[in-house]
T-cell receptor, first 115, second 109 residues
Framework: DTAVSQTPKYLVTQMGNDKSIKCEQNLGHDTMYWYKQDSKKFLKIMFSYNNKELIINETVPNRFSPKSPDKAHLNLHINSLELGDSAVYFC??????????????FGSGTRLTVV | SQQGEEDPQALSIQEGENATMNCSYKTSINNLQWYRQNSGRGLVHLILIRSNEREKHSGRLRVTLDTSKKSSSLLITASRAADTASYFCAGDSWGKLQFGAGTQVVVTP
């Protein structure tokens, strides 16, 4: 049973397109996240939702819009894709925000390539 | 800018040797976590140390935290080829993990 699952695993698309990445967790966690890992392996938080409420919104272009229909799902929609959006996007979840003994559980990532 | 900086950037050792990597962070944290990432895969949580703890052990892992110096170290003892991966530290500030640049560890048989 995959704890945090992301789809698709790979996404190749042309500049200007709109795409979505989906994430689901079956751990019963309250908080979910989107992280971006660039080509140099730097990981940076983008968004966080706690029980469907947006609690962290880093400096991310408006073209990126997260949506959490329920606490087990967090999707990421990207409009007007640009070459610089090429990266690996990771979804993660944690029991609760900031206070945890168990760390965060990450999905396996979605490798987005914009051509 | 990155929350953490890790040292060394790369480490090559033989099986059976110990691997030590260090991490520094900039802002106050609730806890500090270490993750492993195998090539092309997701991050796997290894160990978490709270800001009021100084040392923690888990199997072959030993992590230390010095909040006065804003630094942490991860020691992997008796390394195995399967330990080959990138290792990241991440300071957790109220739900925001800020990652270091990572240490690439290669363990040769």
């Amino acid at each position: 049973d995959t704890a945090v699952s992301q789809t698709p695993k790979y996404l190749v698309t042309q500049m200007g397109n709109d795409k979505s990445i989906k994430c689901e967790q079956n751990l019963g966690h309250d908080t979910m996240y989107w992280y971006k890992q660039d080509s140099k392996k730097f990981l940076k938080i983008m968004f966080s939702y706690n029980n469907k409420e947006l609690i962290i919104n880093e400096t991310v272009p408006n073209r990126f819009s997260p949506k959490s229909p329920d606490k087990a799902h967090l999707n990421l929609h990207i409009n007007s894709l640009e070459l610089g959006d090429s990266a690996v996007y990771f979804c993660a979840s944690s029991q609760t925000r900031g206070v945890t003994d168990y760390g965060y559980t990450f999905g396996s990532g979605t490798r987005l390539t914009v051509v | 800018s990155q929350q953490g900086e890790e040292d060394p950037q790369a480490l090559s050792i033989q099986e059976g040797e110990n691997a030590t990597m260090n991490c520094s962070y900039k802002t106050s944290i609730n806890n500090l976590q270490w993750y492993r990432q195998n090539s092309g895969r997701g991050l796997v949580h290894l160990i978490l140390i709270r800001s009021n703890e100084r040392e923690k052990h888990s199997g072959r892992l030993r992590v230390t935290l010095d909040t006065s110096k804003k630094s942490s170290s991860l020691l992997i003892t008796a390394s195995r080829a399967a330990d080959t991966a990138s290792y990241f530290c991440a300071g957790d500030s109220w739900g925001k993990l800020q990652f270091g640049a990572g240490t690439q560890v290669v363990v040769t048989p």
